[in-house]
């Protein structure tokens, strides 16, 4: 049963959602992903927690960092050794973000950071809106498996 809206901080839905919500919330909850980014205000985004995901939709991490280079140092050495990590900084809307990937208990992990609460704001809107409509069922759809929140 897709969930609707949910608090892309709480984490306890996901163990309550589908059987891919589950999977994703001990992968969370293993890698101590939200304690270990406690500084930078880590919040769930993307198609899994909304239940319109796609088998290879990935978890998706939105954090605010004041501090990109401590952002990135925190990270690598978090996740670095993960699966496939890989890094880099990138200008999103004329402000500098970092953006981390890897690969965890059958799951893809993407990791943004952003310096301003505004880009955080429009990257988790983006991402709970799932960048589509309604269907008939009112249940929201995207319209690609890959969601810009840019």
């Not at 996901?14 to 994703?24: E, K, S, V, W």
Request: aromatic content about 10%; proline content about 5%; charged content about 25%.
């Amino acid at each position: 049963m897709p969930m609707n809206r949910p608090d892309p901080r709480d984490l306890s839905a996901l163990a309550r959602g589908t059987p891919r919500q589950q999977r994703a919330h001990t992968a969370i909850q293993s890698l101590h992903l939200f304690h270990l980014l406690r500084d930078y205000s880590p919040a769930l985004a993307g198609t899994i927690p909304l239940g319109i995901d796609l088998p290879t939709s990935d978890l998706d991490i939105i954090c605010e960092a004041h501090d990109l280079a401590a952002f990135a140092r925190c990270v690598r050495q978090a996740f670095g050794a993960r699966d496939n990590f890989r890094a880099r900084r990138k200008i999103v809307r004329g402000v500098e973000s970092f953006i981390a990937n890897f690969d965890y208990a059958d799951f893809p992990f993407e990791i943004f950071a952003f310096e301003t609460v505004k880009e955080i704001a429009a990257g988790t809107a983006a991402f709970a809106a799932g960048a589509g409509g309604a269907a008939a069922d009112g249940r929201e759809v995207i319209k690609s498996e890959k969601l810009n929140v840019f």
